[in-house]
Structures are given as structure tokens and as C-alpha cells.
């Protein structure tokens, strides 16, 4: 399971751009743009994340992920199209095969809420149910 090692250094980069900023106390969210076409499942992604946030400045952090649908470019054409999934890369409008793939890869943080000064405040986490 790769969202793992995605969910590893996400909280690396936004632990490591907490420190840089200095007297971050918490982070509360992470919001991230998870193309379609990225092969991450969201899902797989949120547990991973709370897994890999125990014990750190993310502790107790909600994830939220944006979904970026992939879009595709005819070069013969120009014609613009959702790709969808599985990804259509053959243009609908001339059948050309040439094409350019405009969005849909996107693995990136956007945002990220944190505390700074004053007193930290405790995560708040449900237990994780060992019967999922």
C-alpha cells in the first residue's frame, strides 16, 4: 500500500514546514489535490494519515483530499475532455491519439492550518476500533 509512503511524507513536509515557522503548537488540517489519475485511493490515503500523524505536531489533524478529475488535449484538434477512469486518452471529437494530458496527476498540499503560541491543546481522537 503505497498511501502509506504518501501519507509518511505528507506529514514529513508539513512537520518539517511547522519547525521552519517556529512556535507552531498543532496542526489542525491538511488539504491535499489527489488527481484522479494519481492511483491513490482516499480512503487508504485517511487511515494511512492518521496513522503516520500518532505521535507527531499532526496528531489528531484532519485530512481533507480535493479530487482533480484528469482532463486531456487533442493536439491535432484541440479539443478539451474529462479522461475519466479508466483514463480515455483517444480524442472524442477527431479519434486522434495525440494527445496532452492537462490535469489529473495532482499529489500536492494546498493548505495546512496550525496553531501558533499560547497553550497547545490536546488532540481529540476517538480510539481507532480494532473491528473495522
Known amino acids: 500500500m503505497h ?3 504518501v501519507a509518511l511524507a505528507v506529514v514529513d513536509q ?3 514546514a511547522a519547525t521552519r515557522a517556529g512556535d507552531v503548537t498543532a496542526v489542525r488540517s491538511v488539504r491535499l489535490q489527489v488527481g484522479e489519475l494519481a492511483g491513490v485511493v482516499p480512503d487508504a490515503l485517511a487511515f494511512s494519515f492518521e496513522l503516520a500523524c500518532a505521535g507527531t505536531l499532526l496528531e489528531g489533524a484532519e485530512l481533507v483530499t480535493e479530487a482533480v478529475p484528469g482532463r ?3 493536439t491535432t484538434c ?3 475532455w474529462a479522461v475519466g477512469m479508466p483514463p480515455r486518452l483517444t480524442c472524442p471529437g477527431c479519434g486522434g491519439t495525440r ?3 492537462l490535469a489529473g496527476r495532482e499529489l500536492q498540499i ?3 492550518h ?4 499560547g497553550p497547545a491543546h490536546p488532540p481529540t481522537r476517538e480510539p481507532i476500533s ?3
Open 72 to 74: 486531456a488535449r487533442c
Open 78 to 80: 484541440a479539443h478539451e
Open 14 to 16: 508539513v512537520a518539517e
Open 130 to 132: 480494532e473491528e473495522r
Open 99 to 101: 494527445t496532452d494530458l
Open 114 to 117: 496550525w496553531e501558533d503560541g
Open 3 to 5: 498511501e502509506m509512503s
Open 110 to 112: 494546498v493548505d495546512v
